[in-house]
């Protein structure tokens, strides 16, 4: 049920998937420092995310005007200290970003061309801390295989939203993003076919 306040978007996947998605976060960020949120849409993320990471900087960031708006309501609705205010950030344009202690996107690779994930890749490189987190989390296929059919029939639609998205190959970023100095640390499958993929960045 929703719990948005008023001038908040939400989404029922983002209310899904936000706890079991933590619960994995939780072996895997850092103990302190400024988690990036990229592409945090309606805020429902960063609102649940800065509430069970207190010791952490939560900095949503989001391109569209309207759902950074969304975001801030849901920032001002939850009261959290380490909520940060959100930032205007299209990951294939310069980041206003300079360091992160961690990087976190959800549902961003399959709805984006995929140029924006080579962005995030080279970009994630370059801002955060030796042996700090990547995290990803989406539909993918493995080996160039669709993981379901389910995941095939989202492909055909996310292609109808648009002809440059499409559910991205695990397999092939990873090989990308070896060349970039960040290594798998752990691939976690997920409810609904999708999966949780954590890459650390090398020295
Ligand atoms: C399916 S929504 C996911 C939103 C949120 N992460 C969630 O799980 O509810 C995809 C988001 O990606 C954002 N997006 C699309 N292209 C982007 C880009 N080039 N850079 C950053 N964000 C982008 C959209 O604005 C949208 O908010």
Known sequence: MSDAPPGALFFGAADRNKQPI??????VLPSAGTV??????????AAYMSGRFPHLT????????ARRASIEAWRQHVNNPNLAAPLELDVQQPWPIDVADAIYA??????????AS?????????????????????????????????????DVTVRGWHPSYGIR???????????????????????????????????
């Not at 933590?22 to 072996?27: E, I, K, Y």
């Not at 990308?176 to 090398?202: C, K, S, T, Y």
Request: net charge negative; charged share 20%.
């Open 22 to 27: 933590a619960d994995v976060l939780t072996g």
């Open 36 to 45: 990036v949120e990229l592409a945090s849409g309606g805020g429902q993320h």
């Open 58 to 65: 939560w900095q949503p960031t989001e391109p569209e005007a």
């Open 106 to 115: 959800c549902n961003l690779l399959h709805v984006s061309a995929r140029s």
């Open 118 to 154: 080579s962005a995030v890749l080279s970009a994630s490189a370059r801002v955060l801390r030796v042996g700090a987190p990547l995290c990803i989390y989406g539909p993918f296929k493995r080996h160039g295989a669709f993981t379901t059919p389910s995941n095939a029939a989202f």
């Open 169 to 203: 190959d695990l397999d092939e970023l990873i090989v990308e993003a070896q060349g970039h100095d960040l290594h798998i640390d752990r691939i976690e499958e997920m409810p609904a076919n999708n999966f949780l993929v954590v890459w650390r960045r090398g020295r």
